[in-house]
């Protein structure tokens, strides 16, 4: 079973850089065919799906947050993170990275995740 778990500051200030990593645990992280994702829920809102990483190290990300997202990853540690410039208070958020074990066209699949992290809150405040 793969383990997820976020860490990472819970409070950034206006226009700097939130950075957060998942820690992932029995699944080497380029193990054929697993994505990795950060998905974020603001609070009183629905799930939003930020990017994925693949095992081979292909990034996908929202379209909505790509200039401001990215997703890269440390083999050697099995960490991936996320790092979200020019934060403003409309990111606040409970923050969660996931796993999924994908194979085939259409690879990662949205809304598709297989095991989470508990999740860390960020908040955005001077």
């Known amino acids: 079973q793969v383990q997820l778990q976020e860490s990472g500051p819970g409070l950034v200030k206006p226009s700097q850089t939130l950075s957060l990593t998942c820690t992932v645990s029995?699944?080497?992280?380029?193990?054929?065919?697993?994505?990795w994702s950060w998905i974020r829920q603001p609070p009183g809102k629905g799930q939003e799906w930020m990017g994925s990483i693949s095992y081979s190290g292909n990034t996908y990300y929202n379209p909505s947050q790509q200039s401001r997202t990215t997703i890269s990853r440390d083999t050697s540690k099995n960490q991936f993170t996320l790092q979200l410039s020019s934060v403003t208070p409309e990111d606040a958020a409970a923050y969660y990275c996931?796993?999924?074990?994908?194979?085939?066209?259409?690879?990662?699949?949205?809304?598709?995740?297989?095991?989470w992290g508990q999740g860390t809150q960020v908040t955005v405040s001077s």
């Open positions: 996931a796993s999924t074990w994908c194979i085939g066209s259409g690879c990662p699949r949205a809304n598709d995740y297989d095991f």
């Open positions: 029995n699944v080497p992280i380029a193990t054929d065919y697993y994505y």
